[in-house]
Nanobody
Framework: QVQLVESGGGLVQAGDSLRLSCAAS????????MGWFRQAPGKEREFVAV????????SYADSMKGRFTISRDNTKNTLYLQMNSLKPEDTAVYYC????????????????WGQGTQVTVSS
């Protein structure tokens, strides 16, 4: 239904900032709840943040609160994740995803996924 493409990942040092983007195709981007997830080697996909259709409601995993900010620009069909004070444990492939309906941090409820972008934080 919607095609998603992440960008903005890279190699940074601990304490640095990075902004990830997720570009969505189609004309119905504003109808989707959007989420960010991440997956490190050997681990399950982990919830990072979710944002409501109009951007009015946001939720974060505890380890991301105060450091990460999720936002969206529906006029540009783009989702963002601003990451500050990055730590080595933030190293992972970051994915954006879309779903219909209500807020959820369960990756099983998301049916549209991007290919992911690698974030590596060195110590």
């Amino acid at each position: 239904q919607v095609q998603l493409v992440e960008s903005g990942g890279g190699l940074v040092q601990a304490g640095d900032s990075l902004r990830l983007s997720c570009a969505a195709s189609g004309r119905t981007f504003s109808s989707y709840v959007m989420g960010w997830f991440r997956q490190a080697p050997g681990k399950e996909r982990e919830f990072v943040a979710v944002i409501s259709q109009n951007g009015g409601i946001t939720s974060y995993a505890d380890s991301m609160k105060g450091r990460f900010t999720i936002s969206r620009d529906n006029t540009k069909n783009t989702l963002y994740l601003q990451m500050n004070s990055l730590k080595p444990e933030d190293t992972a492939v970051y994915y954006c995803a879309a779903k219909w309906g209500l807020h959820s941090g369960n990756p099983k409820e998301y049916k549209n996924w991007g290919q992911g972008t690698q974030v590596t934080v060195s110590s």
